[in-house]
């Protein structure tokens, strides 16, 4: 049984911080990428920041130097820093796992940045 649990989202102002929150279960979590997606309303899910089983990464143009993933195997957990958000950041947060072509979502956490 898969299972990813996000936490950690919220209300929070423009210019303010957020640190999201992903448990993995029943994968092999030290082999696999694990990456951040976000979706709004209206919009497609689009990759947020990623992180491969070595620590390398990748972040979308639009969070570069305000967003850092990064996990601690140790937990099976992976984290999503945010700073600096925006009001265009609003969206629901899913955590999304990757190994041999097979992937798995959390269930999302939504995020809304008040102007």
């Known amino acids: 049984q898969v299972q990813l649990v996000e936490s950690g989202g919220g209300l929070v102002q423009a210019g303010g911080s957020l640190r999201l929150s992903c448990a993995a279960s029943?994968?092999?979590?030290?082999?696999?990428?694990m990456g951040w997606y976000r979706q709004a309303p209206g919009k497609q899910r689009d990759l947020v920041a990623r992180?491969?089983?070595?620590?390398?990464?990748d972040y979308a143009d639009s969070v570069k130097g305000r967003f850092t993933i990064s996990r601690d195997n140790a937990k099976n957990t992976v984290y999503l820093q945010m700073n600096s958000l925006k009001p265009e950041d609003t969206a629901v947060y899913y955590c999304?796992?990757?190994?041999?072509?097979?992937?798995?979502w959390g269930q999302g956490t939504q995020v809304t940045v008040s102007s």
């Open positions: 999304r796992s990757e190994r041999l072509g097979m992937y798995y």
């Open positions: 029943g994968i092999g979590f030290t082999t696999n990428t």
């Open positions: 992180i491969s089983s070595v620590g390398m990464t």
